[in-house]
């Protein structure tokens, strides 16, 4: 039998967070990810916070699971490190969940909803971009390119579409959505489209949390085009981590699941 008491349910923080990545073949990835799950254990000392990754790194899903359940962990809070409801949230992460919340009959997991849309995101792109040298007066000439991974999910591309539509009411002259991959436009169509309107500056603003191949297409495409303003990623950003906490605190608040299962995909 493991701990008893308050360490069964994560120490006296509560139920212990498990953030899920997706994972990289890119060192930066794990490093910032990692980075990012610090700075939440920070802003809540008495939480257990742990890391898992769905490809490349480890630890996996399962193997995060089982180390949690081995210390005497009996209740978790997962929560994809996810922009968008796209394939991974939808089918990925509840199957890795399922498949190993099976071989764990006594754990009870919860999933957190993904990340997007939240003002604190758009809080976040706000800070890159001032780090980037933007200023407030700089708003009303500059058109901003929000770059996001891309995704063949409707709901999500939808997703980003209005969070550019909602971000423009800001201040700034033009927001338009752009993706690395899966969809259209590309980061440097979406540059090249903004000077051909007459926008007199130009900044990319990348809508991922972590460094790695589609990041750095991203800044690719951006400095082809001619881009004035390029800002880093999201990053460990002081935002996200309070925005992890929130979902954190909202699916505590949601009712508790009775199982998970692996969800049923159509041909």
Sequence with gaps: MGPAGAARSGDAGGPALLVIAHGSRDPRHAATVHALTGRVRALRPGLRVETAFLDFDTPSVSQALASLYLSGVREVVALPLLLTRAFHAKADIPAALAEATARLPELTVRIADVLGPSPLLTAALERRLAEAGLTPADRATTGVVLASAGSTDPEAIAVIAEIAREWRHTGWCAVRPAFASAALPRTEDAVRALRAEGVRRVAVAPYVIAPGRLP????????????????????????????????????????????????????
């Design 216 to 267: 750095d297409r991203i800044a690719a495409g951006a400095t082809a085009a001619g881009a004035d303003v390029v800002a880093p990623v999201l990053g460990p950003a002081p935002e996200l981590a309070t925005l992890l906490l929130e979902r954190y605190s909202c699916a505590l608040a949601a009712p508790r699941p009775t199982h998970l299962r692996p969800p049923v995909l159509s041909a």
